[in-house]
C-alpha cells in the first residue's frame, strides 16, 4: 500500500508561484510513476504533469508546460510540483497519484486518472486575478 498527503495549496495572485509536495508513504520504493492531476469546478479532472522514476522521464501538458516543474526524491517518497507564472485558469484542486508498474497498451505519460492505484486527496489552489 501507499499513502499519499498532497500540501501546498492556497490563494496566490496571478502571475504568482506555489510548489505542492506530495508526500508519500509505505512502499513507496516499486512504484514506478508519479502523475499531478486537477479538477477545476465543472470541468473533468486532466493530468497535469507526470515523472516516470526509473529515468525521470517528465510530461506536461502544453498549458503548463514551461510554467510547471514535476520533481522528486531519489527514495520518491516526496514529489513536488512547482507551479510559476500562475493564471486564474490554473484554479483547481490539484491531486497526485502513484502506480506501481507500467499498463499494457498504454504509454506512461498518457495514464488517466483511473489507471493510478493510489491517488491522493487533494489540495485546493486558488488563482486570484
Known amino acids: 500500500q501507499v499513502q499519499l498527503v498532497e500540501s501546498g495549496g492556497g490563494l496566490v495572485q496571478a502571475g504568482g508561484s506555489l510548489r505542492l509536495s506530495c508526500a508519500a508513504s509505505?512502499?513507496?520504493?516499486?512504484?514506478?510513476?508519479m502523475g499531478w492531476f486537477r479538477q477545476a469546478p465543472g470541468k473533468e479532472r486532466e493530468v497535469v504533469a507526470a515523472i516516470r522514476w526509473s529515468d525521470s522521464s517528465t510530461y506536461y501538458i502544453d498549458s503548463v508546460q514551461g510554467r510547471f516543474t514535476i520533481s522528486g526524491d531519489n527514495t520518491k517518497t516526496t514529489a513536488y510540483l512547482q507551479m510559476n507564472s500562475l493564471q486564474p485558469e490554473d484554479t483547481a484542486v490539484y491531486y497526485c497519484?502513484?502506480?506501481?508498474?507500467?499498463?499494457?497498451?498504454?504509454?506512461?505519460?498518457?495514464?488517466?486518472?483511473?489507471?493510478?492505484?493510489?491517488r491522493g486527496q487533494g489540495t485546493q489552489v486558488t488563482v486570484s486575478s
Open positions: 497519484a502513484t502506480r506501481r508498474s507500467p499498463m499494457y497498451g498504454r504509454i506512461w505519460y498518457t495514464m488517466r486518472w483511473d489507471d493510478y492505484t493510489y
Open positions: 509505505g512502499r513507496t520504493d516499486s512504484t514506478y510513476v
